[in-house]
T-cell receptor, first 115, second 110 residues
Framework: GAVVSQHPSWVICKSGTSVKIECRSLDFQATTMFWYRQFPKQSLMLMATSNEGSKATYEQGVEKDKFLINHASLTLSTLTVTSAHPEDSSFYIC???????????FGPGTRLTVL | DAKTTQPPSMDCAEGRAANLPCNHSTISGNEYVYWYRQIHSQGPQYIIHGLKNNETNEMASLIITEDRKSSTLILPHATLRDTAVYYCIKLNNAGNMLTFGGGTRLMVKP
């Protein structure tokens, strides 16, 4: 399967600051990328879907102005958490999909802690 | 569109087969059954998927009932490293994304 990396793997920041998380597809052309969020002991919740070169589509309840997603190329997507608050502390996981809808691969996740 | 139903947790002895059930009674004709697992603090890992025939790969076997309303993931010889949350997901081939339910927390014990 595809190799997907995320950077950073963990980050601690102060409340009110912005944090950028990168998702890279190392050997796979990701026409679509997904961002998920996972709180402790809960399942993954889809935040948004982005197609390369297009604006992201956000799930209900996810603020698009707070969680900025950029999918500028087939190998890179970024998620920026703006004005982070402690309740944004979570495990953020990206996922990539190619032209074949049967293939979806996940990154290792980024743990964000907002103090 | 209802998600799948899985038992919240299961135990399995190391070296024995782990059989994880999944109910997907509302599955439609163009929906596949996917299995992923998530080891603690890692991203989900693809295991196997199928449409109506049984499937086997180096990780596991997938048994789908004839009416496709349920399936079983089989790990033939569970090891301690197989301890994880296992997710059964149904996904059509129209470009929808994976939607995760609660999954089954499998604990493999020595």
């Amino acid at each position: 399967g595809a190799v997907v990396s995320q950077h950073p793997s963990w980050v601690i920041c102060k409340s009110g600051t912005s944090v950028k998380i990168e998702c890279r597809s190392l050997d796979f052309q990701a026409t679509t990328m997904f961002w998920y969020r996972q709180f402790p002991k809960q399942s993954l919740m889809l935040m948004a879907t982005s197609n390369e070169g297009s604006k992201a589509t956000y799930e209900q309840g996810v603020e698009k102005d707070k969680f900025l997603i950029n999918h500028a190329s087939l190998t890179l997507s970024t998620l920026t958490v703006t004005s982070a608050h402690p309740e944004d502390s979570s495990f953020y996981i990206c996922s990539v999909r190619g032209l074949s809808y049967n293939e979806q691969f996940f990154g290792p996740g980024t743990r964000l802690t907002v103090l | 569109d209802a998600k799948t139903t899985q038992p919240p947790s299961m135990d399995c002895a190391e070296g024995r087969a782990a059989n994880l059930p999944c109910n997907h009674s509302t599955i439609s004709g163009n929906e596949y059954v996917y299995w992923y697992r998530q080891i603690h603090s890692q991203g989900p890992q693809y295991i196997i998927h199928g449409l109506k025939n049984n499937e086997t790969n180096e990780m596991a076997s997938l048994i789908i009932t004839e009416d496709r309303k349920s399936s079983t993931l089989i790990l033939p010889h569970a090891t301690l490293r197989d301890t994880a949350v296992y997710y059964c997901i149904k996904l059509n081939n129209a470009g929808n994304m994976l939607t995760f339910g609660g999954g089954t927390r499998l604990m493999v014990k020595p």
